[in-house]
């Protein structure tokens, strides 16, 4: 009984909860990315989520009004980066750039406005923040990502947007409508994502504190083959890494210094580059992942 | 020059006048929008342009600033646009630039009595040699096991910058303070600063960086290097089929492109701090993908885009100053919506035809009445 | 018009009256009147580019005539998307299958108009059974709906595409270009469902330019050229030679390409020879292929697509770049270049038109000049040490423009501003910059008009006059009869027939081409 106890207590609800924000954002750019429209921006998505819901939680002292603002956030980012793309045709990757360099501004001059400080926004106090909540909305995203994914026709048409737009457009389905859902859906979970960082795993905003999360959810996308399941078990893989990283501080593995932290830094890194090295190498992304619409 | 040879031309010059005009459209449209974001704030957009144009060119101290932040600006820019040139997305040049700090620190250190003629340029040698291997690291891994360049770039930025610290801190580490610094570089390492521009940081190696832009951009355009650069950025099967190795224009074009950054160090090390520490980057590296994106991949462009964001880099510093509700941050968002007014081609596109119409349709009317 | 309103037959199925489009200053369709008959198979003919694609668009409803009429059963049609279209019993294959390769069948062809509580569960049971009984009713003979699309023929495709429209119960059924990569037996099985559809009163509209199955299939045929419609009569009252007059304004012809020069030597050495050779690893499959071309000779190389001839032109023309295993030898002149990179092929003297023009043979983004670079990169006329010289580039290019009538005549303008015809004149004029003694082609006028193609072929005829050993990879069957010395029909990675020129026979050859025995 006490192994089964230490293992759900010391691995398997820490994994989970550092997993959550990954499998948000991942699960938010697998839509994107099956719609057809490239999807680098989740890193910046996620930030200014995470500043928005600190903000709208601290002033309102309500986690879910903080969720929503993050989420919202979200949205209106991913508004910008939708009509770069589809609108104005520009190319996916460079915009995506764009973006998160934006983000990076977005919340530092907010933070002035707002408390007068460029780094991290005041402690949130503990009734705005969430103990297990979000963890029982992923489980409602991943359940409808997944089947949605195989069974409604929202899916299959979401599938063909991305693989044959043209054939979707012949069908009479917009692949523009289809393409802004995508984007949406990506700023909306990334916003969760963002929202997750700050008042369900920390409670409070710190600059950058998504960390390259955003690249990460999109190696996992990738190792994940761009289906849900697969993705969500990637993302608790780099879940795990980062645990490890946690675990493995001050401890000595070999001589009488501990391991450096830089080294234990570098971890959850270097690991996704191994990961993404040594599996995929050539997936098969949507086929027509980065073009232009039909029309 | 027969007729046909003069229409050639003729397209040709339009093509490059549009490309122009798109990118200053784009650039203004950016410029324009991060102003309408200050003055959301509460200030008045011409009290920033103001501001910011003071800033980096209103003296000559100013001006020999914003050239010390362009100089780094072109380095990184130079090392996103080779790579963009072969249709891949070099967003390591933070990496590049900090191991080729590093590399070049650990020269100096381990030869603290070189010579002086020759200290300097094997220095800089170091350091290109530690940005190529970081660089050239991204490419093998696409060539090889076709890892996407975006994830694997980012993730050995992350990777570079725990790399310099630990060596720093644990190889050549400065024990006087407990900051991650390392130790001081000997005097023949320095780089002298010019004396006519009061006072800024900046000697040859602004020269040097103008020259490599130059020269690089020469070789690429008429270099066969340069022809098998844009052939594979333009359609990998076709240059492949025409004996156009493309793994091997992956991995020189990153090489190449991360050794430019690493040469940053000459500036930010040998130039300034002399000796390495955290922050001695400012974000030069993210900063190139925006000057690279602006001069449209082409290098010859880096050089005055360079110019452009150091000016605005300067400006941004002082923006914060002088202002109650401005900070330096502002400079990202006017980054991120210029490179997404320069990206909006279609949007440009439409313009440009819609004025071509405009000017038919005037055109057809006179012809008629 | 007939007098009696009340009498459904009389009434056209589909009328068109005095539509016209323009594009600009491009006139696209003008003034374009005639009727389509319901339960009958019209064919519409014309070159690329006449406007046969524009004015079907319009009747689909995805663009909208400036000015005219189209009626559609009597009544005038305001279609303001192919949905429309589709509700009112229309429907349209277009030439390049709007497939998801990796998507099965079954959701291919429901997209868009799937069964059941739709937003939370597909009834693809439901979808099953009645496509089964859409599939048997009309004699097509498939049962694979759960195959991925990729796993099927492409006459097993082109008939999803056609369930896709009976699906959605369209009376009348446009079909463009619909034989263009079918072998001869699937055309044959293609024109019997056909036949089937029409004995179900559907109407059929075939877009086509091959003029022998036109007039063997069609009840009426309306020719347009440039815009115009030039003709439009009868099948029995017209003929081939005639069709093919009234479509490009003057005789052609594409079964005399002129002189066949005859060589005196007829034991020449070969300039290319291929023994044993097996590619494994790559795409298609290739095994144990053996042949020669000798200088003044055409070798066509049929076979339906994805049996290895692909595979094989691609290896032959960049033997370093072929990733698998090979086994075997490939000679050019006598000297082995089994595993040579293309530089090397290019400098004994071959040139190379590829397959898929668009994404093998050229830079679209790029100036004609730059594509003429590509591929002779090592070519000392342009390269001086490591500097290109463009302008030899440029000025080789502007003359070789005026030469093939290459438009427009500019070295500066973009290959994406070319049409097909011209993109195909550009690769084949690259290939001869050289003056190669060797030539190595394939698909040479895929997508191209008929103006053109007569234009490229008569090219190719005479290189092979001038002594050039030609290899030519062809779908068309009348490219590679009209052209060849030789045939050779590649089906499962082998050679399974050869067929000299006296014994060509189309059917014996799509026999072997699906791999049955003479």
């Given at each position: 009984?006490?192994?089964?106890?230490?293992?759900?207590?010391?691995?398997?609800?820490?994994?989970?909860?550092?997993?959550?924000?990954?499998?948000?954002?991942?699960?938010?750019?697998?839509?994107?990315?099956?719609?057809?429209?490239?999807?680098?921006?989740?890193?910046?998505?996620?930030?200014?989520?995470?500043?928005?819901?600190?903000?709208?939680?601290?002033?309102?002292?309500?986690?879910?009004?903080?969720?929503?603002?993050?989420?919202?956030?979200?949205?209106?980012?991913?508004?910008?980066?939708?009509?770069?793309?589809?609108?104005?045709?520009?190319?996916?990757?460079?915009?995506?750039?764009?973006?998160?360099?934006?983000?990076?501004?977005?919340?530092?001059?907010?933070?002035?406005?707002?408390?007068?400080?460029?780094?991290?926004?005041?402690?949130?106090?503990?009734?705005?923040?969430?103990?297990?909540?979000?963890?029982?909305?992923?489980?409602?995203?991943?359940?409808?990502?997944?089947?949605?994914?195989?069974?409604?026709?929202?899916?299959?048409?979401?599938?063909?947007?991305?693989?044959?737009?043209?054939?979707?457009?012949?069908?009479?389905?917009?692949?523009?409508?289809?393409?802004?859902?995508?984007?949406?859906?990506?700023?909306?979970?990334?916003?969760?994502?963002?929202?997750?960082?700050?008042?369900?795993?920390?409670?409070?905003?710190?600059?950058?504190?998504?960390?390259?999360?955003?690249?990460?959810?999109?190696?996992?996308?990738?190792?994940?083959?761009?289906?849900?399941?697969?993705?969500?078990?990637?993302?608790?893989?780099?879940?795990?890494?980062?645990?490890?990283?946690?675990?493995?501080?001050?401890?000595?593995?070999?001589?009488?210094?501990?391991?450096?932290?830089?080294?234990?830094?570098?971890?959850?890194?270097?690991?996704?580059?191994?990961?993404?090295?040594?599996?995929?190498?050539?997936?098969?992304?949507?086929?027509?992942?980065?073009?232009?619409?039909?029309? | 020059?027969?007729?046909?040879?003069?229409?050639?031309?003729?397209?040709?010059?339009?093509?490059?006048?549009?490309?122009?005009?798109?990118?200053?459209?784009?650039?203004?449209?950016?410029?324009?929008?991060?102003?309408?974001?200050?003055?959301?704030?509460?200030?008045?957009?011409?009290?920033?342009?103001?501001?910011?144009?003071?800033?980096?060119?209103?003296?000559?101290?100013?001006?020999?600033?914003?050239?010390?932040?362009?100089?780094?600006?072109?380095?990184?820019?130079?090392?996103?646009?080779?790579?963009?040139?072969?249709?891949?997305?070099?967003?390591?040049?933070?990496?590049?630039?900090?191991?080729?700090?590093?590399?070049?620190?650990?020269?100096?250190?381990?030869?603290?009595?070189?010579?002086?003629?020759?200290?300097?340029?094997?220095?800089?040698?170091?350091?290109?040699?530690?940005?190529?291997?970081?660089?050239?690291?991204?490419?093998?891994?696409?060539?090889?096991?076709?890892?996407?360049?975006?994830?694997?770039?980012?993730?050995?930025?992350?990777?570079?910058?725990?790399?310099?610290?630990?060596?720093?801190?644990?190889?050549?580490?400065?024990?006087?303070?407990?900051?991650?610094?390392?130790?001081?570089?000997?005097?023949?390492?320095?780089?002298?600063?010019?004396?006519?521009?009061?006072?800024?940081?900046?000697?040859?190696?602004?020269?040097?960086?103008?020259?490599?832009?130059?020269?690089?951009?020469?070789?690429?355009?008429?270099?066969?290097?340069?022809?098998?650069?844009?052939?594979?950025?333009?359609?990998?099967?076709?240059?492949?089929?025409?004996?156009?190795?493309?793994?091997?224009?992956?991995?020189?074009?990153?090489?190449?492109?991360?050794?430019?950054?690493?040469?940053?160090?000459?500036?930010?090390?040998?130039?300034?701090?002399?000796?390495?520490?955290?922050?001695?980057?400012?974000?030069?590296?993210?900063?190139?993908?925006?000057?690279?994106?602006?001069?449209?991949?082409?290098?010859?462009?880096?050089?005055?885009?360079?110019?452009?964001?150091?000016?605005?880099?300067?400006?941004?510093?002082?923006?914060?100053?002088?202002?109650?509700?401005?900070?330096?941050?502002?400079?990202?968002?006017?980054?991120?919506?210029?490179?997404?007014?320069?990206?909006?081609?279609?949007?440009?596109?439409?313009?440009?035809?819609?004025?071509?119409?405009?000017?038919?349709?005037?055109?057809?009317?006179?012809?008629?009445? | 018009?007939?007098?009696?309103?009340?009498?459904?037959?009389?009434?056209?199925?589909?009328?068109?009256?005095?539509?016209?489009?323009?594009?600009?200053?491009?006139?696209?369709?003008?003034?374009?009147?005639?009727?389509?008959?319901?339960?009958?198979?019209?064919?519409?003919?014309?070159?690329?580019?006449?406007?046969?694609?524009?004015?079907?668009?319009?009747?689909?409803?995805?663009?909208?005539?400036?000015?005219?009429?189209?009626?559609?059963?009597?009544?005038?049609?305001?279609?303001?998307?192919?949905?429309?279209?589709?509700?009112?019993?229309?429907?349209?294959?277009?030439?390049?299958?709007?497939?998801?390769?990796?998507?099965?069948?079954?959701?291919?062809?429901?997209?868009?108009?799937?069964?059941?509580?739709?937003?939370?569960?597909?009834?693809?049971?439901?979808?099953?059974?009645?496509?089964?009984?859409?599939?048997?009713?009309?004699?097509?003979?498939?049962?694979?709906?759960?195959?991925?699309?990729?796993?099927?023929?492409?006459?097993?495709?082109?008939?999803?595409?056609?369930?896709?429209?009976?699906?959605?119960?369209?009376?009348?059924?446009?079909?463009?270009?619909?034989?263009?990569?079918?072998?001869?037996?699937?055309?044959?099985?293609?024109?019997?469902?056909?036949?089937?559809?029409?004995?179900?009163?559907?109407?059929?509209?075939?877009?086509?330019?091959?003029?022998?199955?036109?007039?063997?299939?069609?009840?009426?045929?309306?020719v347009i050229r440039r815009g115009h419609c030039i003709a439009?009569?009868?099948?029995?009252?017209?003929?081939?030679?005639?069709?093919?007059?009234?479509?490009?304004?003057?005789?052609?012809?594409?079964?005399?390409?002129?002189?066949?020069?005859?060589?005196?030597?007829?034991?020449?050495?070969?300039?290319?020879?291929?023994?044993?050779?097996?590619?494994?690893?790559?795409?298609?499959?290739?095994?144990?292929?053996?042949?020669?071309?000798?200088?003044?000779?055409?070798?066509?190389?049929?076979?339906?697509?994805?049996?290895?001839?692909?595979?094989?032109?691609?290896?032959?023309?960049?033997?370093?770049?072929?990733?698998?295993?090979?086994?075997?030898?490939?000679?050019?002149?006598?000297?082995?270049?089994?595993?040579?990179?293309?530089?090397?092929?290019?400098?004994?003297?071959?040139?190379?038109?590829?397959?898929?023009?668009?994404?093998?043979?050229?830079?679209?983004?790029?100036?004609?000049?730059?594509?003429?670079?590509?591929g002779q990169q090592k070519d000392p006329r342009y390269l001086?040490?490591?500097?290109?010289?463009?302008?030899?580039?440029?000025?080789?290019?502007?003359?070789?423009?005026?030469?093939?009538?290459?438009?427009?005549?500019?070295?500066?303008?973009?290959?994406?501003?070319?049409?097909?015809?011209?993109?195909?004149?550009?690769?084949?004029?690259?290939?001869?910059?050289?003056?190669?003694?060797?030539?190595?082609?394939?698909?040479?006028?895929?997508?191209?008009?008929?103006?053109?193609?007569?234009?490229?072929?008569?090219?190719?005829?005479?290189?092979?006059?001038?002594?050039?050993?030609?290899?030519?990879?062809?779908?068309?069957?009348?490219?590679?009869?009209?052209?060849?010395?030789?045939?050779?029909?590649?089906?499962?990675?082998?050679?399974?027939?050869?067929?000299?020129?006296?014994?060509?026979?189309?059917?014996?050859?799509?026999?072997?081409m699906g791999g049955g025995h003479a």
């Open positions: 009984m006490q192994i089964i106890d230490y293992i759900f207590s010391a691995w398997f609800f820490p994994v989970l909860r550092v997993s959550a924000p990954l499998m948000f954002a991942a699960l938010g750019g697998l839509w994107c990315e099956r719609s057809g429209v490239i999807q680098i921006g989740l890193e910046g998505f996620m930030n200014v989520g995470a500043f928005a819901a600190a903000c709208v939680a601290l002033s309102t002292h309500n986690p879910w009004l903080g969720w929503l603002a993050g989420m919202a956030a979200g949205l209106v980012l991913a508004s910008i980066y939708g009509v770069s793309v589809i609108r104005f045709k520009s190319n996916q990757i460079v915009a995506g750039m764009a973006i998160n360099i934006l983000a990076i501004g977005i919340p530092p001059s907010f933070s002035v406005w707002l408390f007068e400080s460029t780094s991290s926004t005041p402690q949130l106090p503990v009734e705005a923040t969430f103990s297990v909540a979000p963890l029982w909305i992923l489980l409602v995203v991943v359940v409808l990502s997944a089947w949605f994914f195989s069974n409604g026709a929202w899916g299959l048409r979401m599938i063909f947007a991305g693989e044959h737009p043209e054939a979707l457009e012949s069908s009479g389905v917009s692949v523009t409508w289809k393409r802004w859902q995508g984007v949406w859906i990506a700023g909306i979970l990334a916003g969760c994502a963002g929202a997750t960082l700050s008042l369900y795993l920390s409670s409070s905003y710190s600059r950058s504190m998504s960390a390259g999360r955003g690249f990460i959810a999109l190696a996992a996308l990738i190792l994940g083959r761009w289906r849900p399941i697969p993705t969500v078990f990637a993302c608790l893989l780099f879940g795990v890494t980062e645990i490890l990283q946690t675990r493995l501080q001050g401890v000595v593995i070999w001589g009488t210094e501990p391991v450096p932290v830089q080294w234990i830094q570098m971890l959850p890194y270097a690991i996704t580059i191994f990961v993404l090295a040594g599996f995929v190498g050539r997936a098969k992304a949507p086929k027509a992942l980065g073009t232009s619409s039909a029309n | 020059m027969t007729n046909g040879f003069r229409s050639s031309m003729l397209i040709s010059l339009r093509m490059s006048l549009r490309n122009i005009a798109k990118t200053f459209l784009g650039i203004g449209t950016g410029l324009a929008l991060g102003l309408l974001v200050a003055w959301f704030a509460g200030e008045s957009p011409f009290h920033v342009l103001k501001i910011l144009l003071t800033s980096a060119f209103g003296s000559s101290y100013s001006f020999g600033m914003t050239l010390f932040y362009a100089v780094p600006l072109i380095f990184t820019g130079i090392a996103v646009a080779i790579p963009y040139r072969a249709g891949l997305f070099n967003i390591g040049a933070e990496g590049q630039l900090t191991i080729g700090s590093i590399c070049s620190v650990l020269f100096c250190v381990a030869f603290p009595d070189l010579g002086t003629p020759w200290a300097i340029p094997l220095a800089a040698i170091a350091a290109f040699a530690g940005g190529a291997l970081w660089g050239g690291l991204v490419g093998w891994l696409k060539a090889r096991r076709g890892s996407h360049e975006v994830i694997t770039t980012i993730m050995l930025n992350f990777i570079g910058a725990a790399l310099a610290s630990y060596i720093a801190l644990y190889w050549i580490k400065d024990p006087m303070t407990q900051d991650v610094e390392s130790i001081r570089i000997a005097p023949q390492y320095f780089l002298k600063a010019w004396n006519f521009l009061e006072g800024a940081p900046i000697g040859w190696v602004v020269a040097f960086a103008v020259l490599a832009c130059l020269v690089l951009d020469w070789v690429l355009h008429f270099g066969s290097f340069g022809y098998s650069l844009k052939a594979v950025g333009s359609n990998e099967r076709a240059s492949e089929l025409a004996g156009i190795r493309k793994e091997k224009i992956w991995i020189q074009s990153m090489a190449l492109g991360g050794g430019f950054a690493g040469l940053v160090g000459l500036v930010t090390v040998l130039g300034h701090a002399h000796r390495y520490k955290i922050g001695l980057s400012a974000d030069f590296g993210f900063m190139g993908i925006a000057v690279a994106l602006v001069a449209r991949g082409r290098i010859l462009n880096v050089l005055w885009s360079a110019l452009l964001f150091a000016a605005l880099q300067k400006g941004a510093g002082d923006l914060e100053i002088e202002t109650d509700t401005l900070t330096r941050d502002l400079v990202y968002w006017i980054q991120g919506l210029i490179i997404l007014g320069v990206a909006a081609e279609s949007m440009w596109d439409g313009l440009f035809h819609f004025i071509r119409k405009v000017i038919h349709q005037i055109r057809r009317g006179r012809a008629t009445s | 018009m007939s007098k009696n309103k009340t009498d459904p037959q009389s009434i056209p199925e589909i009328e068109f009256q005095k539509v016209s489009k323009r594009y600009g200053d491009c006139i696209s369709n003008q003034d374009i009147s005639f009727s389509v008959k319901r339960g009958s198979i019209h064919a519409l003919v014309g070159e690329n580019g006449a406007g046969k694609s524009t004015l079907m668009k319009s009747l689909f409803g995805l663009i909208k005539p400036d000015s005219g009429e189209i009626l559609v059963r009597g009544r005038s049609t305001r279609y303001r998307s192919s949905m429309d279209a589709m509700k009112d019993g229309i429907g349209m294959v277009h030439q390049h299958f709007m497939l998801a390769d990796a998507e099965s069948a079954l959701d291919n062809i429901i997209l868009g108009s799937e069964p059941g509580f739709r937003w939370f569960r597909i009834d693809r049971k439901l979808a099953r059974s009645r496509l089964q009984e859409l599939s048997d009713r009309n004699a097509f003979g498939f049962s694979k709906w759960d195959s991925p699309v990729r796993s099927l023929s492409v006459g097993e495709q082109q008939k999803l595409e056609i369930l896709k429209l009976l699906y959605r119960n369209s009376q009348c059924l446009i079909l463009d270009e619909p034989t263009a990569v079918l072998t001869p037996q699937e055309i044959d099985d293609f024109f019997k469902n056909l036949v089937q559809l029409k004995a179900q009163g559907k109407t059929i509209l075939l877009i086509s330019h091959k003029l022998r199955e036109v007039m063997q299939f069609a009840d009426r045929i309306t439009d009569r009868e099948a029995k009252d017209t003929n081939e030679s005639e069709l093919a007059e009234l479509m490009v304004g003057r005789k052609i012809h594409l079964d005399d390409l002129g002189h066949r020069k005859v060589f005196a030597n007829a034991d020449r050495p070969a300039q290319v020879e291929v023994r044993g050779l097996t590619l494994l690893g790559g795409v298609e499959k290739v095994s144990n292929v053996s042949f020669s071309v000798a200088p003044g000779e055409i070798v066509g190389v049929a076979g339906i697509h994805g049996n290895g001839q692909s595979e094989l032109f691609r290896y032959l023309i960049a033997p370093s770049v072929f990733s698998g295993e090979v086994r075997g030898n490939y000679l050019v002149d006598k000297k082995i270049v089994t595993r040579s990179v293309p530089e090397h092929l290019h400098a004994c003297g071959i040139g190379v038109v590829q397959e898929d023009r668009q994404v093998e043979g050229l830079l679209m983004h790029e100036s004609l000049s730059e594509n003429l670079f590509l001086k040490g490591f500097l290109v010289s463009r302008q030899k580039l440029a000025t080789r290019m502007d003359d070789l423009n005026k030469r093939f009538d290459i438009r427009p005549h500019s070295h500066a303008v973009w290959a994406s501003r070319l049409s097909g015809g011209n993109q195909q004149k550009l690769l084949l004029a690259r290939a001869l910059d050289h003056s190669p003694k060797i030539l190595l082609i394939a698909q040479p006028t895929r997508g191209v008009d008929i103006g053109a193609i007569e234009n490229i072929r008569k090219r190719i005829l005479e290189e092979r006059n001038n002594g050039c050993a030609i290899l030519l990879v062809s779908t068309e069957l009348d490219e590679l009869t009209s052209l060849s010395d030789r045939i050779l029909v590649f089906f499962n990675g082998e050679i399974s027939a050869t067929f000299q020129r006296k014994e060509f026979d189309e059917y014996a050859i799509g026999k072997a």
